[in-house]
């Protein structure tokens, strides 16, 4: 999949229509759209995001959940989205829209497809999404619905952050801590990777099976079918109310937190006791602190998680022994039916062996070799298998993964939780004092006038930090009524599945049930073989990126990707076989390595789609710079565009390197502080046509 043509009308700085062509030639897949801070770059990236996601934009990454906070929620930035000189001609209609080309969906040919999403600021209370397939409305989308059919058939939003990112935001991979961080990353890397899809092609095979064996239960089992499914379902519609509820509150406290940051400022300017600047210095230092206070909050919901494990200790060791006994038991039977079958083959082939007519062995002398020969083969080529203990019994029988999830949450338990409780909670308790010190110096700093505005401004200010508090409470709330929703609908899942265990097949479906059962099976393994192979894979895809691209060769000897139950972690080792902490990188290496992990991701997926990078050169060197240009750009994607800041994040020595890739080449033009506009040059005159316009410039 490639993209033909972007056009933006009246969109943030893009009065008016303005198209950029994006079509080339199968050599050239190199784009450069550039021009100085503040002339649209990001804009013209975040449109993009935008057209694809609306609302949900802020689920791609936290750049625009952070751009949206700061105007106060979503409704504020979509209104402030339109172009300011167009609202002033009392033009209230903006839009983007994307010509793909070379897509692929399952039974609809199309050469063509057009994503355009439009608001009026007037008339809209929602945007206005339109989805032409070669010129004419998708029925498909209009089935789906619009949004659904972006997300199934054109890119998956949990994906969208490795081909929509600011290169200089994008380290954000190698700083992932918290559970919910690692979980949100594995589902991306789920869906990358191409497992989600077989994943669910097994949960639609099994709730296949379990429909074949509802038809087949008597009507008390049909009853408690049903009790369960409306169970289920009422769990489900309980979990999205909340969800709503939630995204409902994230909006109002957006909104307050602006209006409170606003009067806050009124009250320090009228004051005086410290800048307006040196405000928003302690407004970062605070936004900083309260973002590491949420990922240690998390970190210790997690820890509450492990800790009643670690209370009934001496239970859950009773589990893991059996468990580890069973495994043990299992290879052992394997083991003793080897011996068994070695022992009938050799006794087998003893007896047709042809014997003097004058030696007769009776049935004792038989019997004594056959026990010999079992005691021997055992004891020389099966010396370390265990005896089986004939009472022994099969309590849990725990699959592979199971189990060694349960193992490793036992070896977290028994080496690691006490002292990382102990770390969270001292880093937690800190963290929170320094935000309370922060917040007490920008109190002191408002002013102690008391005259009836000030004192009307501290009343509003005082009741929307009281609404805000109030808003954050009712949001926790909320969403640990989530976790009791979940945890309830798993156990009855879990109810339903046992129930449907137990039903007999009726004769007529029992060859569909069996044949179900055995796909079952079948992807099952397929998706543990699968699993493995990638992981394997993308190990050797991340290494040869980072060995390619960092400077210290041999730095990281060795990559392991980690694969337990729906977690993937990512570690890198160094050559004494040590774990090498991803956090303790310089911001270059750790955007070397975000680099590595985008381009193996990429080389792994099934997946082909444009890559658009913002601030593509921050934070590298020169030699590091080089590699970029002449390993990375041109291989990552079949169309790759970039947003660079010419001489800065792209030189002319790292262009020149980069001109056999080149397709097209295009500058924004800032007209005025209302309205930039894209102008298309030659790639041979690229720098030179840059800086001939802004050489003058301020």
Excluded at 477 to 486: A, T, W
Excluded at 580 to 605: D, F, P, W
Aim: glycine residues 4%; contains cysteine.
């Amino acid at each position: 999949m490639t993209i033909k043509e972007i056009e933006l009308y009246n969109f943030r700085i893009y009065k008016g229509v303005n198209n950029i062509d994006l079509s080339g030639d199968d050599e050239k897949n190199i784009f450069i759209v550039s021009g100085r801070n503040g002339f649209g770059k990001t804009t013209f990236l975040m449109s993009l995001v935008w057209c694809l996601y609306g609302r949900q934009m802020q689920d791609v990454d936290d750049i625009y959940k952070k751009e949206i906070d700061d105007q106060g929620g979503y409704g504020k930035y979509i209104a402030n989205s339109l172009n300011r000189l167009a609202k002033s001609e009392e033009d209230y209609k903006f839009h983007v829209s994307i010509t793909f080309q070379n897509v692929n969906i399952p039974e609809v040919p199309c050469k063509e497809i057009v994503v355009k999403r439009s608001y009026n600021i007037k008339t809209s209370s929602s945007e206005d999404v339109e989805i032409l397939i070669d010129g004419y409305p998708s029925e498909l989308a209009k089935e789906v619905g619009q949004e659904i059919f972006i997300r199934e058939f054109v890119m998956p939003i949990e994906i969208a952050k490795f081909f929509f990112f600011d290169a200089e935001k994008i380290v954000s991979l190698a700083e992932v801590n918290t559970p919910e961080q690692k979980r949100k990353l594995s589902k991306a890397y789920s869906e990358v990777l191409g497992i989600k899809k077989y994943e669910d092609l097994k949960g639609e095979l099994e709730g296949l099976q379990l429909k074949l064996r509802q038809d087949t239960a008597s009507a008390n089992e049909k009853n408690q079918f049903q009790t369960l499914r409306t169970e289920i379902q009422n769990f489900d519609e309980s979990i999205k109310e909340n969800e709503q509820k939630i995204e409902e509150l994230r909006e109002i406290r957006s909104e307050k937190n602006k209006d409170s940051r606003d009067i806050q400022e009124k009250l320090i300017k009228s004051g005086s006791l410290i800048t307006v600047e040196e405000l928003q210095e302690l407004r970062v230092q605070e936004e900083n602190l309260t973002e590491k206070q949420n990922q240690l909050q998390s970190q210790l919901k997690e820890s509450y998680d492990i800790i009643p494990f670690a209370i009934a200790g001496e239970k859950f060791f009773d589990v893991y022994t059996q468990l580890e006994n069973e495994a043990n038991y299992k290879a052992a039977k394997f083991k003793d039916e080897n011996v068994k079958g070695v022992t009938n083959k050799i006794l087998t082939d003893l007896i047709k062996e042809k014997r003097p007519d004058d030696l007769v062995v009776d049935y004792k002398v038989e019997r004594f070799f056959s026990e010999a020969f079992e005691r021997l083969i055992k004891k020389h080529f099966f010396s370390d298998t265990p005896e089986l203990p004939e009472d022994f019994q099969t309590i849990h029988d725990f699959s592979d993964s199971e189990r060694n999830e349960l193992f490793a949450l036992m070896s977290n338990i028994r080496f690691s939780f006490k002292e990382t409780f102990k770390r969270i909670t001292s880093e937690y308790n800190l963290t929170k004092n320094e935000i309370s010190a922060i917040r007490k110096k920008i109190r002191d700093a408002e002013t102690n006038q008391e005259s009836p505005m000030i004192a009307e401004f501290r009343l509003q200010k005082a009741n929307l930090d009281k609404e805000i508090i109030r808003i954050d409470d009712t949001i926790d709330s909320l969403n640990r009524e989530i976790g009791e929703f979940i945890n309830q609908k798993t156990q009855k899942i879990k109810k339903r599945d046992e129930l449907a265990k137990k039903l007999k097949v009726s004769e007529k479906s029992k060859s569909k049930d069996e044949l179900i059962k055995k796909q079952i099976g079948n992807l099952k393994d397929f998706i543990e073989i699968f699993k493995i192979k990638k992981k394997e894979s993308l190990e050797q895809q991340i290494l040869a990126g980072l060995e390619t691209l960092l400077h210290k060769k041999g730095f990281v000897k060795k990559v392991e990707v980690e694969i337990i139950g729906e977690t993937i972690d990512i570690v890198l080792k160094n050559s004494r076989g040590e774990e090498i902490k991803k956090e303790s990188l310089s911001k270059g290496e750790q955007q070397m390595y975000a680099t590595a992990l985008l381009r193996a991701l990429v080389e792994e997926s099934d997946l082909q789609f444009p890559v658009f990078i913002d601030s593509p050169m921050q934070k590298f060197d020169e030699q590091h710079a080089q590699n970029i240009v002449k390993y990375f750009y041109p291989n990552i994607s079949d169309q790759v565009v970039i947003f660079p800041l010419i001489n800065k994040e792209l030189t002319d020595k790292e262009f020149k390197i980069l001109s056999g890739s080149i397709a097209k080449t295009y500058l924004i033009n800032n007209i005025h502080e209302d309205k930039s506009e894209f102008l298309m040059t030659n790639p041979e005159n690229f720098i030179s046509t840059y800086n001939q316009m802004y050489n003058h410039a301020n």
